[in-house]
């Protein structure tokens, strides 16, 4: 614990609020995020997905979504130091959001956004294992490569989960003390926004990774609810139509 802390930055500034999102994120074509080489005995694809360990059911892990919307984000509003890595500012929106790693102590923050992983939804599971899919929880796209020197054909079989896949996804924003809250909660939209109109994962580019949020709740709790063991509230900010 003490490792990671040094590794990612100290969070500055008693915590005031955890806003909570959370909601479904659907896939709206086929989706890759790359597994280990492990996950080649499934069906021997040359790219297979990430699984869960114990369920064998695909997910999408909290680190693929958060370093696609920290990336995008940095991308929009031009945060990058000189020699293009990410911005150490800690007052940028995307070093505010999910940290910074600068050699600085001073500049160093934790991120202030916790992504979980998103598991695929009970409705989703049961769909899939009724189909006929090629392998548990997915399809097979074979792919041709073509060499341009030889014009040989190289055929490779792609995992992907499904088009209309849903996961359940949750995230949380930390706001501390002095922090400008709206200027926060409208970065993680942006991000997600962002993120609607790119894509996730593996082969983005040849169609693979569209997918669309859905946010369903947005609660909130402050020192006092924890304090006195309450239960989460709504969150008076307004979603986005494009998130709903």
Known sequence: MVEEIKKEGKMKGKIEKKIFIRGKIESLTGLHIGGTSSSMEIGGTDKPVIR???????????????GKMRSLLEKLKNEFEPDGGPSEDPESLSGQLFGTASKDSDKKIASRVIVRDA???????????????????????????????????????????????????????????GDKEERLINGVFQAMSLLQDDYLGGFGSRGYGKVKFHIRTLTYKTKNEYENHEVEKPYGFNIPENLK
């Not at 695909?58 to 979504?65: A, F, R």
């Not at 030889?150 to 992907?160: G, I, K, L, V």
Request: hydrophobic residues 35%; proline residues 7%.
């Open 119 to 177: 598991y695929m939804d009970e409705e989703s599971v049961k769909l899939l294992e009724a189909a006929d899919t090629d392998l548990p929880y997915t399809e097979i796209k074979t792919e041709v490569s073509i060499d341009r020197i030889t014009s040989e054909a190289n055929p490779r079989q792609m995992e992907r989960v499904p088009a209309g896949a849903k996961f359940d996804f949750e995230l949380i924003l930390n706001i501390l003390e």
């Open 52 to 66: 869960d360990s114990i369920t064998n059911v695909p997910y999408i892990p909290g680190s693929s979504l958060k």
